[in-house]
Nanobody, 128 residues
Framework: QVQLVESGGRSVQAGGSLRLSCAVSKKTLSSVCMGWFRQAPGKEREGVAH????????YYSDSVKGRFTISQDKAKITLYLQMNSLKPEDTAMYYC?????????????????????WGQGTRVTVSS
């Protein structure tokens, strides 16, 4: 069983930066692909970034492209999401997720159901 624990969410002013972390309970980063999703109140869960098993392939939604960067540290067994130039519309609960059956990064990010493991989420609030 893989457990994921997110951290790093907090309140920040528009234009600021945050780095979210997702600690993985087991040394599984070499065998799973991972992604970050977010869900704002009253909205569907949205895939914002995905990274392939090798770490060479990434995907970003249009809403975050150029501002967010997904990365992983296999030695620390941690997934990151660096978020820059934050906007009020980035306000949401952010979740990391892992999958052992992986398709292209864009395919994975488009369907939360493809992910098997989920963290509890970390809240990001961006004020104007």
């Amino acid at each position: 069983q893989v457990q994921l624990v997110e951290s790093g969410g907090r309140s920040v002013q528009a234009g600021g930066s945050l780095r979210l972390s997702c600690a993985v309970s087991k040394k599984t980063l070499s065998s799973v692909c991972m992604g970050w999703f977010r869900q704002a109140p009253g909205k569907e869960r949205e895939g914002v970034a995905h990274i392939s098993i090798s770490g060479d392939g990434t995907y970003y939604s249009d809403s975050v492209k150029g501002r967010f960067t997904i990365s992983q540290d296999k030695a620390k067994i941690t997934l990151y999401l660096q978020m820059n130039s934050l906007k009020p519309e980035d306000t949401a609960m952010y979740y990391c997720a892992a999958a052992s059956i992986c398709f292209s990064p864009s395919t994975m990010a488009a369907d939360p159901a493809r992910y098997t493991y989920w963290g509890q989420g970390t809240r990001v609030t961006v004020s104007s």
